[in-house]
């Protein structure tokens, strides 16, 4: 069962970091690429970032200079550090395989002053 387990989210002000976490089972994680996703009250979903297998990146123009992609196959997680937040980065947060249609449960990033 592919099941991806998102934390790290939390209240921060503008200009602030935060590191996301995303644990994943139930498939050869490494063989993947793996995407972060984010959601605003009556927004679509976005993708925000993006990681191959290979370890390239790619992001979002919104987020691009300030957030960074990476992954630890060792560890089956795969993480979004987010620096210089900005208030329209209030979102819930999402990782997720593009091969596969399963979600977590997410976690909530509110920038706030």
């Known amino acids: 069962q592919v099941q991806f387990v998102e934390s790290g989210g939390g209240l921060v002000q503008p200009g602030g970091s935060l590191r996301l976490s995303c644990t994943a089972s139930?498939?050869?994680?490494?063989?993947?690429?793996m995407n972060w996703y984010r959601q605003a009250p009556g927004k679509e979903r976005e993708l925000v970032a993006g990681?191959?297998?290979?370890?390239?990146?790619n992001y979002a123009d919104s987020v691009k200079g300030r957030f960074t992609i990476s992954r630890a196959n060792a560890k089956n997680t795969v993480y979004l550090q987010m620096n210089n937040l900005k208030l329209e980065d209030t979102a819930k947060y999402y990782c997720?395989?593009?091969?596969?249609?399963?979600w977590g449960q997410g976690t909530q990033v509110t920038v706030s002053s």
């Open positions: 139930g498939f050869p994680f490494s063989r993947y690429d």
């Open positions: 997720n395989c593009p091969q596969f249609g399963s």
């Open positions: 990681i191959t297998r290979a370890s390239s990146t």
